[in-house]
């Protein structure tokens, strides 16, 4: 083997230049493959490539199952979901539009979240989002699509900095326009640029999900903020014409949205409050 590199390499040398060479760098020769395979290990395979294998090692194979649940989410994460909404309806594509609340946030995490008054790590983080945005159920802490998730924000995450908000992150805060938003003028521009998409009623049309209804995101999560909605709107839609309302349409038509009927705050349903209490029980 280190004759045929040193061939490869040094074809027409003469024999007395070939041996000491040989004796000295022929066992680093051999190793060369591994100093370059070492950083090109360490980059990120893309997803797209990903997706194309047949055998995966144990993180990529839970990069690509995260990746489903993400984008696929009422088949892969149907255990825990309780609409049809799909993460990536607002986390946009897949998770990976800056201002169109990103994934790429692992170093972000833990920390102290005041809406559940706890230290949050990704795992909490994510379960929640299948409790509000999903009008859903708390999936387990060690659910295999909790870990599935982490493992796809963890994949997006790389080469961010631990503690170091990632460009566009979340949605942008529109800055104040001087004016309460107003749906009465939301509900004009409603009609006029999303229900082509979002349906007369805000019930989704065919692959465009819905906005408000039992099928929405409920009144807990945080879509049905007004200010974090109009960011979220002014930036990423109507879709594929983002950026053309001005902050103050974009407050009013968030506030259209969020005045209409939806699942409400599950914080706020006492039974449930109990079966939790009661499965807590169980649990120990
Ligand atoms: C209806 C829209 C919507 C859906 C669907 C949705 N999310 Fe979110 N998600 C949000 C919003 C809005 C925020 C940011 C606001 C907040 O902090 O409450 C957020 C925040 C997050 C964060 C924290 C991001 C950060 O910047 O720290 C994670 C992680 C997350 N979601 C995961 C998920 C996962 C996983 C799913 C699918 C199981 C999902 N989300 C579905 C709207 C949604
Ligand atoms: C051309 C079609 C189209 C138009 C017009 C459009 N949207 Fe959307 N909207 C979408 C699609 C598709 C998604 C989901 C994105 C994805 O899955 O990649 C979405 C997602 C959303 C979401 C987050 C997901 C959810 O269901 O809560 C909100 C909020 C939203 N749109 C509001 C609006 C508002 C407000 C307007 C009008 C100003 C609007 N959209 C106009 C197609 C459209």
Known sequence: ?????????????????????????????????????????????????????????????????????????????????????????????????????????AGMYPKWRSKNGRRNGIGLRIRECFVYSLNGIMPPEDAPEVMAVAAYISYLSHGETIGKAPAGRGVPTLPDTGYDPNPASGKAIYDQTCAACHGSNGQGIAHMPPLWGMNAYNEGAGMASVHRAAGFIWANMPLGQERTLSHQQALDVSAYINMQIRPGDPREYKLLKLFETVSWFFDR
């Open 1 to 105: 083997m280190v004759d045929w590199l040193i061939r490869l390499f040094f074809n027409n040398c003469p024999d007395s230049l070939k041996k000491p060479f040989k004796r000295r760098f022929g066992l680093l020769l051999l190793l060369l493959p591994l100093f370059i395979a070492g950083p090109v290990q360490s980059e990120q395979l893309p997803i797209e490539s990903l997706l194309q294998r047949s055998y995966l090692d144990d993180y990529y194979s839970n990069v690509v199952y995260g990746y489903r649940i993400v984008t696929e989410t009422e088949k892969y994460g149907a255990r825990y979901t309780g609409n049809n909404l799909r993460c990536s309806n607002c986390h946009l594509n897949a998770g990976r539009k800056e201002n169109g609340l990103p994934l790429n946030v």
